[in-house]
């Protein structure tokens, strides 16, 4: 097992330029644990101990407020650590994890892990970019709620998630990797699921957007950048 999570590590950015001795070492305080569908990985709430780095599978991560409705923080790909406020603090995990289709998790002790960090610096530094970028995310998504109006949104998630959830086909075209329902989508910029559909129908007449033979979408990047420019 502890080959597969080498492996695995091997592939992450943020550990990429590693040395095989460096990278042991987070192997070594590592494990895999496997979740069902349906399944809560986390709940918003519990003791902030760890954190995630999905092999396989697919999570949503959202939080939902005291009415119970739901605002989607990412659907992470293979490859992805989660939480990304886990680390030097002490706190609780700031939402929920769900499995969405069976998931086979790495999951690292962050006492241990921040060990690692203090001892390899570099690593350390490397983090705290990767941290810095979501941070920036997080702030152009919240720009993007307060400024646009729900069919501008639906454009910029969908150019996002090209960058998060998707491969370039050419110059022009990125697919979606990831299965996003209405719903989903939806849930990510705070809207209803009847306003998403009527855009992703707008622009599909247009020929902005496609959705492929497996049901996957396919992007015309730069008319759908024109749309909202």
Same mark, same amino acid.
């Given at each position: 097992?502890?080959?597969?999570? +080498?492996?695995?590590?091997? $592939?992450?950015?943020? +550990? ?12 070594? @305080? ?6 069902? /569908? ?9 003791k902030l101990d760890r954190v995630f780095f999905i092999h396989s599978g697919k999570v949503k991560i959202h939080i939902t407020?005291?009415? !119970? ?7 992470? &790909?293979? !490859? #992805?650590? +989660? ?6 603090? $002490? ?7 769900? /499995? ?25 530094? $490397? =983090?705290?970019?990767? =941290?810095? #970028? ?9 720009? #993007? ?8 949104? /639906? ?10 959830? !998707? /491969? ?13 329902? %209405? ?9 209803? &699921? ?5 855009? @992703?129908?707008?622009? &599909?007449?247009?020929e902005l957007v496609t959705i492929d033979s497996e049901g996957f979408f396919?992007? %015309? ?7 909202? %420019?």
């Amino acid at each position: 097992m502890s080959d597969v999570i +080498f492996n695995h590590f091997k $592939k992450v950015p943020l +550990f990429k330029d590693l040395s095989d001795e460096e990278l042991q070492s987070i192997v070594d @305080i590592s494990h895999i644990r496997i979740y069902k /569908v349906k399944s809560f990985v986390c709940m918003q709430g519990d003791k902030l101990d760890r954190v995630f780095f999905i092999h396989s599978g697919k999570v949503k991560i959202h939080i939902t407020d005291p009415s !119970g409705r739901e605002q989607i923080v990412s659907i992470p &790909r293979t !490859g #992805e650590m +989660f939480p990304h406020v886990g680390l030097f603090r $002490k706190g609780t995990f700031p939402a929920h994890v769900e /499995v969405l289709k069976t998931a086979e998790l790495i999951v690292t002790p962050i006492a241990d892990f921040e060990e690692i960090l203090i001892k390899y610096p570099e690593l350390c530094i $490397k =983090l705290f970019k990767f =941290l810095g #970028e979501k941070i920036i995310d997080l702030q152009a998504r919240l720009v #993007e709620q307060t400024l646009h109006n729900t069919y501008d949104q /639906v454009i910029m998630l969908l150019l996002r998630l090209c960058k998060s959830n !998707g /491969v370039s086909l050419d110059k022009n075209q990125s697919k979606l990797t990831t299965h996003f329902t %209405n719903r989903e989508l939806a849930n990510m910029i705070g809207s209803s &699921r009847e306003s998403v559909n009527r855009t @992703i129908n707008q622009l &599909r007449k247009k020929e902005l957007v496609t959705i492929d033979s497996e049901g996957f979408f396919v992007i %015309n990047i730069e008319e759908l950048q024109a749309e909202v %420019n």
